[in-house]
């Protein structure tokens, strides 16, 4: 048979209990609640922080996006596919993050791997990674022809001793997650700032969970720090699809230019970007969507055993350290059971004995639903 290694590879996971397979979300309507083969579950895995997926404003933008441009844009935009609605959102997330010039593509996949290569195009460059940096920024940084050293998380100051030791370089990139996807703890964001501009070195973070739950009008990192080139996507807090990666004039010509991925896929949705105008909008004036997160977050906190091993975070993400994977498939499952959906997240995607129940607390949970998780999980783990 062609490509044994298929089905031995499969079988290997199952054995490992880090099988995965896909499940069919039948949810119809906007809020907390998860319908999986026909049951409601409270949803604690959603990345949706501030409860905006469905919201009414934002479907009326969509549909209001629809009317005028279409829902295809058509084309590659640099072909036809760049309608007036992505520059209108372009522009209006530059002055958001207080940016020259955005970018927008298809996924935050596609746009870590885009700058990763664009800028990693010769050895001359060197990137210096977080070890917790999510997979498409590895992938992009070893696709690329860079050197990649990475450091230990938020470690500051092994990161300050290998930029000292990149004497022959012209060309540094440091790039960590602004919030870190699996954790829910922060990046030292204005640490990373001074050092960059210190060795002379650029600053790249990727705030796919920072955006819209960080800062006081959702800023994310950029609320710290002046951050050399962002990337964040649309399809967690924002409550759209796609993403966009913010930079200064002479990268967003070259990324224009040389970034394959941007040059040949087609252009987001020009109504989905016309749907985002009005997110962000929302996003900046309704403070109380992350004032809720940060409540929740707290009790939730406080009503948790406290032999539970809970990372600490200021953010949406709260990782409940279990260890085995197999234990912390059971877990799931006996949540599942009590009409709680929390996916155990389990290697690769976090180390090997580190794996865990990844909670996301958002803003349309209210504090029934907080006391009702922590009861179950401290039933289950106890």
Known sequence: MNFDFIRHDVNEQKTKSRYRQLVCNNTTSQGNQIVINGKSYLNF???????????????KALQEGTDKYGICSSSSSLVTGYHYAHQALENDICQWLNKPKCLLFSSGFAANLALFQALGKSSESHFYLD???HASMIDGAYHSKAKVKRFNHNNIEQLTTLLSNATDSPNKLIASEGVFSMDGCQAKVFELAQ???????????????????IG??????????????????????????????????????????????YIYSTAISPAIAWATKKSIELIQKEH??????????????????????????????????????????TLS????????????????????N?????????????????????????????
């Not at 060795?199 to 969970?209: E, V």
């Not at 004032?291 to 009503?303: M, R, V, Y």
Request: glycine fraction near 6%.
């Open 354 to 382: 580190s794996s865990r129940l990844r909670v996301t607390i958002c803003a349309n949970h209210n504090t029934k639903d907080i006391k009702y998780l922590a009861e179950c999980i401290n039933k289950a783990i106890a």
């Open 45 to 59: 895995s959603s990345n949706d922080y501030l409860g905006l997926n469905n919201h009414v404003e934002i479907n």
């Open 333 to 352: 499952d006996n949540l599942k059971k009590q009409g709680i959906w929390l996916t155990a997240i389990r290697p690769p995607t976090v180390a090997i």
């Open 216 to 261: 006081n009008e959702g800023q994310g990192s950029n609320y710290f720090a002046d951050i050399d080139i962002t990337m964040a996507t649309l399809g967690k807090a924002i409550g759209t699809s796609g993403a966009f990666l913010t930079c200064n004039e002479d990268l967003h010509e070259y990324l224009v230019n040389f970034s394959r991925h």
């Open 288 to 329: 109380w969507r992350r004032e809720k997160i940060t409540e929740l977050s707290t009790l939730f906190a406080q009503l948790l055993a406290p032999e539970i091993e809970l990372v600490s975070t200021k953010s949406s993400i709260h990782a409940i350290i279990i260890g085995d994977e197999k234990k912390a498939l």
């Open 131 to 133: 070890k917790l940096s």
């Open 195 to 213: 050092l960059a501009k210190a060795k002379q070195a650029w600053l790249y973070l990727d705030d796919a969970h920072s955006i819209g739950v």
